[in-house]
């Protein structure tokens, strides 16, 4: 039988890293702001519903996903690298890496499609397994392993020194 | 296992997280790395380069009060639930007392004069007859404790008792006697104090219990003479 979840302890256990989320999702502040406290506002009525306390935090995560997607679907990111064009990327050789700019990271991914995005974010700064990221973004785990593997080097390319002002690919 | 075949592996090794090998892939890789620097070497620039893109992913300050302030939202947001639930309640049962009312209204009886004025006409004609006929009806025959002139029944049927709405027989006997006999069950009255006596000057009250039927009767009567409401000798009725 599932033990019963305190509402304070869930925003205290989560909120930071959907915080995080939300921010590198929207790249904003406000938004990633507003975000969460969407997600908790939809969450904590239906914490009833959660049968399993372990699962909550993909759980919040997925309302956090939908809620921003739901902001966005009907908004045109016409900044967007499709993901065709992601494929012009080539895996760059091992090296020594760089210190990696917060701000030049937020401004690749805002490039970025959503598709994309989401389980790049979720890879780099989540314990999430390939097969959570998998189900969070109701994919099979081979699409999901193979967006983040020409997700992961546009964003090795873009973070690497002297690519700064490379324009978008050609679409 | 080969070069190619453990940078297929990588894919999925993600040191210090979560894997997706099932462990015999996992214990197949760590041997090919403990054995192959190069492929050793790539995992360790490739875990570099994720660790210090992860670094940067995980660089976003988060604001001090937002915790306080999620907390207070949901104070807020419980309070009104509770007040929308509130509501909800109070409307059903605005609703349902509505119905209720509306239901008692279209299904109360049609008072039928035609019948009332029959059965007193029957009782005028015959009340004898028809307060034997009542007391069948309603299997109490054997529950009369005393032998009542049924002659002198002028009402047989349902009669509030405090409440309670009770069988009961009236008996009108000469000189503004009267006698109303009631027939009560333990579940609609506390009989347990009740006892026979000279309750005012003019009424006296009998108490007769563990009849047939596990009736209890009382019979309040008015006058001196209580055979005035019991069958003469000789008498049939």
């Not at chain 2, 075949?5 to 997280?17: D, K, N, Q, T, V």
């Not at chain 2, 090998?21 to 570099?48: E, I, S, Y």
């Not at chain 2, 949901?74 to 309640?89: G, N």
């Not at chain 2, 039928?112 to 009806?137: S, V």
Request: hydrophobic share 45%.
């Amino acid at each position: 039988m599932a033990a019963a979840i305190d509402a304070h302890a869930l925003i205290d256990a989560h909120y930071r890293s959907l915080y995080r989320y939300a921010y590198r999702l929207g790249g904003s502040a406000a938004d990633a702001d507003d975000l969460v406290q969407e997600t908790f506002g939809k969450a904590l009525p239906r914490l009833a519903t959660l049968r399993e306390p372990a699962h909550a935090k993909a759980w919040l995560f997925r309302i956090l996903r939908n809620a921003y997607l739901h902001r966005v679907r009907d908004e045109k990111r016409n900044r967007c690298v499709p993901g065709e064009n992601l494929d012009g990327y080539a895996a760059p050789e091992p090296a020594p890496p760089p210190a990696v700019d917060p701000a030049t990271l937020q401004a690749a991914l805002d490039d970025l499609d959503e598709t994309f995005r989401t389980p790049l974010i979720l890879f780099y700064f989540e314990d999430f397994s390939y097969r959570e990221i998998a189900d969070q973004m109701d994919l099979p785990i081979g699409t999901v392993m193979s967006r983040l593997a020409r997700a992961k080097n546009y964003l090795r390319a873009k973070l690497s020194p002297g690519n700064e002002t490379d324009g978008l690919p050609a679409r | 296992m080969d070069c190619p075949h453990a940078s297929l592996l990588l894919l999925f090794h993600r040191p210090g997280r979560p894997s997706d090998l099932v462990p015999a892939d996992a214990a197949a890789l760590d041997a090919h790395l403990a054995a192959c620097p190069a492929c050793a070497g790539a995992l360790a620039a490739r875990t570099a380069q994720d660790a210090a893109v992860g670094a940067a992913m995980n660089a976003v300050p988060v604001p001090v009060d937002l915790s306080d302030r999620l907390k207070s939202n949901l104070a807020s947001q419980l309070r009104w639930a509770w007040r929308r639930t509130a509501v909800k309640f109070a409307l059903a049962a605005s609703l349902l007392v509505a119905a209720y009312g509306a239901f008692v209204a279209y299904t109360r009886p049609v008072l039928d004069l035609a019948a009332l004025a029959d059965h007193q006409d029957r009782l005028w004609q015959a009340p004898g007859l028809t307060a034997a006929d009542w007391l069948t009806e309603h299997r109490l025959t054997d529950a009369l404790p005393e032998a009542f002139d049924l002659r002198l029944a002028t009402f047989a049927g349902r009669r509030d008792l405090q409440g309670v709405p009770t069988l009961a027989l009236r008996l009108d006997a000469n000189g503004r006697q009267t006698a109303w006999v009631y027939f009560l069950r333990p579940a609609d009255h506390n009989l347990r104090e009740i006892a026979t006596g000279q309750y005012t000057s003019n009424v006296a009250v009998r108490v007769y219990r563990d009849l047939p039927g596990g009736w209890t009767v009382v019979v309040a009567y008015t006058g001196n003479h209580f055979n005035a409401f019991l069958r003469g000798p000789g008498s049939d009725a």
